[in-house]
């Protein structure tokens, strides 16, 4: 579980996440037939299909899920702690409460973008335990670990790496002090202490646990691209001119996923590839009706981990080989 921090610091925070959480839910919930009569003039006036009315309802229902997922999360410790659960139970126990919400916070775009999701290949995260390196196009595709591999179909103990700032969603800042997580601050300087919270992630993984990094380290944008790849001119030119191959993933920061493989040299390695979620990275582009009627198609490969080589060297270059194949798929499934 997600030790990074003290008591006090985390309980400062949810003294303001969880409070401001049913108060803008209570605000918005007062407003909202008001923006769903205005919106729904304006989207007549300039001819468009409720793009403003399905924004308004996707805000709301993602903060309702939200104080809904707070609520749960009580309960299951009151649940959890009178039926005196084992460590064990009780991950379980609150992965089955993550899966769930996750699952229903992908089906707001179901619901009211029309999103359609299509997966291939996910057989192959079973058996753990493995690392998996997944893009990152939009806030939408957080939601897939939790959805797809601690759901009913694959039930696995889902460990993830996470950005620092995600700890004030109170959904998740809570559920990571129940389930191994991992929040790093990015540019901290502090290498070598980010890289060995990474590192405890893999502690007691079996045959059911997957270890889950965005080795990207931010969502993609052609803007973030550009700015990557000038950084890299600079001090790593060769490393520059491979990331301009890639069209529609950001090269990978290799040294949290170094680290992951030379911590467990027994992961074997799942990539995971998807798109559709292309430009719907931020809430203006939701607000723009982006993701309207897309095809979320997700694919997955497994490495076996005989395959990865050992040398640092010869391990990047298989790194940035595999990551140029996530690419090429992305290029050749886009819609």
Known sequence: MWRGEGAGERWRRRAISIPGLFLATALLTALLPLLLVSGAVIDLVR???????????????CFALHCLGVVALGL????????????????????????????????????????????????????GPVLILMRHASIVDTMLPGALLSGPRHRMGVRIVKKRELLWDPCVD?????LPRAFVRRGSGAVERELE???????????????????????FTEAKQAEVIARLRQKHPEAAARAQR???????????????LERRPDLDVVFCA???LEGASRLEDFLAGTLLHRTWKIKFWRVPRAEVPQDREARQAWLDAWWKRVDDWIHDHRA
């Open 274 to 276: 998807h798109t559709g």
């Open 197 to 219: 919270v990474l590192g405890q992630l893999t502690a007691g993984m079996g045959q059911g646990d997957a270890v889950i990094i965005f080795p990207e380290g931010t969502r």
């Open 76 to 127: 299951w410790w009151v649940i959890g702690v009178t039926a005196r659960m084992d460590q064990r139970r009780w991950r379980r126990f609150h992965q089955a409460l993550e899966a769930w919400w996750s699952d229903k916070l992908i089906g707001i775009a179901r619901v009211f973008y029309g999103l359609e999701v299509e997966v291939e290949g996910d057989e192959v995260v079973r058996p």
């Open 174 to 178: 809570v559920v990571s002090s129940r």
């Open 47 to 61: 001819r468009r299909p409720m793009l403003l009315g399905r924004f308004y309802m996707t805000i709301w229902s």
């Open 246 to 260: 890639l069209r529609h993933v950001l090269p990978v920061r290799p040294a949290g996923t170094m680290a992951l």
